[in-house]
């Protein structure tokens, strides 16, 4: 028996998160629900990941900047599921490393194809080379914390300035 896909749905909007687990879920994939970058991260140390749905406004870091630093070390299937529906963010979207962009409200059967497709393609990939960790904040120089460690790798934060990043094992 084939273990099921793990999908990280990342949207800061709660509701979009429950009716996209609950669809992903009743097909058979198994979903981590995160709230934003830092919960993304986080899912990501403690486990690899097949594709991340992954909104592009949020607080805090948004899905753009997300996608750049996911494209530095993986090559798992990463979806845009935003509210824009104007060609330059599309094409900023895939110029920039995601995989597919669809516009919100989409249809399911499009999103479940479009997904499924992914996953036929892009398999589980681990990082070439894990990047340094640094001791200070790239941002603003304060001295970098490490939490979550496990066997994929730890989270850098900031107090000093809520900067945050995954560094794999």
Same mark, same amino acid.
């Given at each position: 028996?084939?273990?099921?896909a793990?999908?990280?749905v ?8 429950s009716?996209?687990s609950?669809?992903?879920t009743a097909?058979?994939?198994?979903v ?8 993304m ?7 690899? *990941? /097949?594709?991340? +749905? ?6 805090g $870091?948004?899905?753009?900047?997300l996608?750049?630093? &996911? @494209?530095?070390?993986?090559a798992?299937?990463i979806?845009?599921?935003t509210g824009h529906?104007e060609?330059e963010?599309?094409?900023?979207g895939?110029e920039?490393g *995601? /995989?597919?962009f +669809?516009?919100?409200?989409c249809?399911?059967? $499009?999103l479940?194809?479009r997904?499924?497709?992914? &996953? @036929?393609?892009?398999p589980r ?5 894990a990047?340094?960790?640094p ?5 603003c120089?304060?001295r970098v914390r ?6 994929a790798?730890?989270i850098g934060s900031c107090p000093?300035?809520?900067w ?5 094992s």
């Amino acid at each position: 028996m084939t273990t099921p896909a793990h999908i990280l749905v990342v949207d800061d909007d709660a509701t979009v998160r429950s009716i996209l687990s609950g669809i992903l879920t009743a097909h058979g994939f198994r979903v981590t629900s995160c709230s934003g970058g830092a919960e993304m991260w986080a899912a990501l140390a403690a486990g690899p *990941a /097949d594709l991340v +749905l992954l909104d592009v406004e949020m607080p805090g $870091e948004d899905g753009y900047s997300l996608v750049q630093q &996911l @494209r530095q070390h993986s090559a798992l299937g990463i979806i845009l599921l935003t509210g824009h529906t104007e060609l330059e963010h599309k094409l900023h979207g895939l110029e920039i490393g *995601a /995989d597919e962009f +669809l516009s919100k409200p989409c249809e399911r059967r $499009e999103l479940l194809a479009r997904i499924n497709s992914l &996953l @036929r393609r892009a398999p589980r990939a681990k990082p070439k080379t894990a990047p340094a960790r640094p001791t200070s904040c790239p941002l603003c120089g304060s001295r970098v914390r490490y939490s979550l460690e496990s066997e994929a790798g730890a989270i850098g934060s900031c107090p000093a300035c809520s900067w945050s990043r995954f560094y794999p094992s």
